[in-house]
């Protein structure tokens, strides 16, 4: 079983759209919760991070982690073109070994059409 | 401007020509790694480094070697290249292993 798994899409939505992106992860020792955007063509960048359970806003973006069911998303409201890209949820933990270490999920492609 | 940076970019070579690929920072970050990313298996670790000469496996780390030797560079080397190593290639820095971190653009490498 993969430690994080998410539904690799392809999601196409129409502009104005809220979409909902998901995760799931296996191993409960996860404290970090982030969400990363790729372009096509470049490298990931970071959109979200957040720590233990709850929701995190910024715009349009919502990020939301629930610890008891390991379960994180991400919500886009009135998705707009520019928000096509693939998204990445990643999970770290803060202790052990592997602190740090970032697990990412497979990433789901996102179409945002006018 | 902070910045990741990778060369060469895009990379075709042929099975058993050993290659390096360049990775350098300008944020004085303490943490670097490198990833591969593959269709349906997302991103995956290859090597990280702590800091100045301290380097350590991450999930995938056969048939890749680096090297740590000043804080901005962290070079992947490839010395026996095969098929199976046919991936994007992402560096990426960050100031602690728990900060943000800054990926480069990426090296697309083609093995024949």
């Known amino acids: 079983q993969k430690e994080v798994e998410q539904d690799p899409g392809p999601l196409s939505v129409p502009e104005g759209a809220i979409v909902s992106l998901n995760c799931t992860y296996s191993n409960s020792a996860f404290q970090y919760f982030m969400w990363y955007r790729q372009y096509s063509r470049k490298g990931p960048e970071l959109l979200m991070y957040?720590?233990?359970?709850g929701n995190k806003e910024d715009g349009r973006f919502t990020a939301q982690v629930d610890k008891s069911s390991k379960y994180i998303s991400l919500f886009i409201r009135d998705s707009q073109p520019s928000d096509s890209a693939t998204y990445l949820c990643a999970v770290s933990n803060a202790g052990g070994t592997s602190y740090g270490k970032l697990t990412f999920g497979q990433g789901t492609i996102l179409t945002v059409h006018p | 401007e902070a910045q990741v940076t990778q060369n060469p970019r895009y990379l075709i070579t042929v099975t058993g020509k050993k290659l390096t690929v360049t990775c350098s920072q300008n944020?004085?970050?303490?943490?670097m790694s490198w990833y591969r990313q593959d269709p349906g298996l997302g991103l995956r670790q290859i090597y990280y480094?702590?800091?100045?000469?301290?380097?350590d496996k991450g999930d995938v780390p056969e048939g890749y070697k680096v090297s740590r030797k000043e804080k901005r560079n962290f070079p992947l080397i490839l010395e026996s290249p095969s098929p199976n190593q046919t991936s994007l290639y992402f560096c990426?820095?960050?100031?602690?292993?728990?900060?943000?971190?800054?990926f480069g653009p990426g090296t697309r490498l083609t093995v024949t």
């Open positions: 480094s702590m800091n100045v000469e301290v380097t």
């Open positions: 957040t720590y233990s359970s």
């Open positions: 944020m004085n970050h303490e943490y």
């Open positions: 990426a820095s960050s100031l602690s292993r728990l900060s943000e971190q800054y």
